[in-house]
């Protein structure tokens, strides 16, 4: 069997992965639009977090399988389309996670100033098409709208100490932007209460014990949250005892010392939780192009727990920040005509990763069940849907006696359309390089952030 997976992340390489150790017979070529593999492992995953990139290792074994190939900068819906690849496989699988953002549908928010967490995010890991991005760092308050692990990432980054971001594999330029950052206060806002944020545990504690920075929890935020917590999950459990217990901490001797540290810190930094707002207007300055402040309803919430929903009170408040950042959520985009797409819920439509209407055509990842979970979460699913292709395998669904060309043909559709795809050899030609510019830096890599660069580099 012949099957072809669209997208080298987490999604892609998984669906790969379990293809390969099931059947010993079968060949996997993974395409990818940029020339380096990998996706929201490089591009999402924070800097400060390199145990979360191990998987690369993985990833990397299944890449140098000899029933597996690479071919990046090959962008499957223009330079190849899926029914051109579905006459080449015996199966497809689109992997190609969540390329959007979810706007906020709200007044003011392309203002200058004002940016999606998903750029932000590509701006400081180095995603080609967040380079130019240039954020204003200029303000001293910064407003992320998300309670999610996202949020929290961008507001550490914008809270670190220069020292502990240096020795990370953050992009050379967003490092210089940084060290002139005039931002030393971070509000995280989100539309519900403490018991709906999404962020885990891990990363609220990372940011509560990030030197130089306090954290600020306004106590009435918690009243009576004890009770309500009693039969609630463990995980929400010790995630909200967390937060209350940071909201309630009286300044003790530990902290006294650590605030004298702060003090003569030229800045003291401070990050905080507001709850129950939801944006309803980015304010202009009066030139009327940049942000200067947010308007917010005051929610009240109706229903309990995950279900709970944010509803206006009438009542309204103004925060001022010259730097807005919307952390509400990534989102999939449809890729091809020929695919089936919900627009409403942002994903393929299918069956345990068999895309509906479509035989041989099936979906993994983000773009299978919308942009939710971890690395793990991504790869339980990936095994779901490659399940679904052995089985068909199996069953005959998919016919394997027909003879598939699969790369071969693509090469030829290629060729004729000028474009070029680089090999995991490439790849790690491009790795190697990165690692030798951050050696010299004291950096586990120094990202090339330009496509053309990387392309010259392998002598395309």
């Known amino acids: 069997p012949r099957v072809c997976v669209v997208g080298s992340g987490p999604a892609g390489f998984y669906t790969a992965q379990h293809i390969l150790k099931h059947h010993g017979g079968a060949r996997v070529d993974i395409y990818e639009k940029l020339p380096v593999p990998f996706g929201l492992v490089r591009f999402g995953v924070a800097p400060d977090h390199p145990e979360v990139k191990n998987v690369i290792n993985a990833f990397t074994q299944t890449a140098r399988s000899e029933r597996c190939a690479y071919y990046g900068n090959v962008t499957v819906g223009r330079d190849v389309t899926v029914a051109e690849l579905l006459q080449a496989y015996h199966a497809v699988v689109l992997s190609y996670g969540a390329e959007g953002n979810r706007v906020l549908g709200i007044p003011g928010e392309n203002l200058s100033g ?31 709208l998300g309670h999610g692990n996202v949020a929290l990432d961008i507001a550490r980054i914008l809270l670190s100490p220069l020292h502990l971001l240096r020795k990370t594999d953050i992009t050379d ?85 650590v605030q004298a540290v702060v003090a003569q810190a030229a800045v003291p930094r401070e990050w905080g939780l507001k709850f129950q707002r939801s944006p309803q207007e980015v ?62 819920r942002g994903i393929i439509p299918n069956s345990s990763g068999r895309v509906e209407g479509v035989p041989g055509l099936y979906c993994s990842g983000w773009v299978k069940r919308g942009p939710t979970g971890v690395i793990i979460t991504t790869m339980n ?79 395309h």
């Open 114 to 144: 004002v940016y999606s967490a998903r750029a932000f995010v590509g701006w400081y890991n180095g995603l080609p098409e967040n380079q130019d991005l240039k954020p204003d760092l200029s303000c001293e308050t910064a407003l992320i």
């Open 173 to 257: 330029g967003s490092l210089a932007a940084l060290a002139c950052s005039k931002v030393k206060r971070v509000w995280l806002v989100g539309r519900r209460g403490p018991l709906q944020v999404a962020f885990t545990i891990k990363e609220l504690r990372e940011m509560i014990n990030l030197p130089g920075a306090r954290p600020v929890l306004n106590p009435a935020d918690f009243t009576g949250l004890e009770n309500a917590i009693k039969d609630a999950p463990r995980p929400r459990k010790r995630l909200t005892e967390l937060m209350i217990k940071t909201a309630l901490e009286k300044p003790g001797e530990k902290t006294m010392e």
């Open 283 to 344: 304010l202009p300055t009066t030139d009327g192009r940049r942000a200067r402040g947010v308007r917010m309803a005051l929610t009240r919430l109706e229903g309990s727990g995950d279900s709970a929903k944010a509803i206006p009170t009438g009542d309204v408040e103004e925060l001022e920040c010259g730097l807005v950042l919307s952390s509400i959520g990534y989102r999939s985009l449809p890729l091809d005509p020929a695919v089936p797409f919900d627009t409403q």
């Open 381 to 459: 699913d990936s095994f779901d849907t490659a399940q679904s292709v052995l089985e068909d395998l199996q069953a005959g669904v998919l016919d394997v006696s027909a003879s598939r060309e699969s790369f071969g043909a693509v090469e030829s559709i290629l060729r004729s359309r000028g474009v070029r795809p680089v090999s995991f050899s490439d790849w790690e030609k491009i790795d190697a390089a990165e690692v030798a510019r951050g050696k010299a830096a004291g950096k586990p890599r120094e990202k090339i952030v330009d496509p053309q660069e990387m392309l010259q580099l392998i002598g």
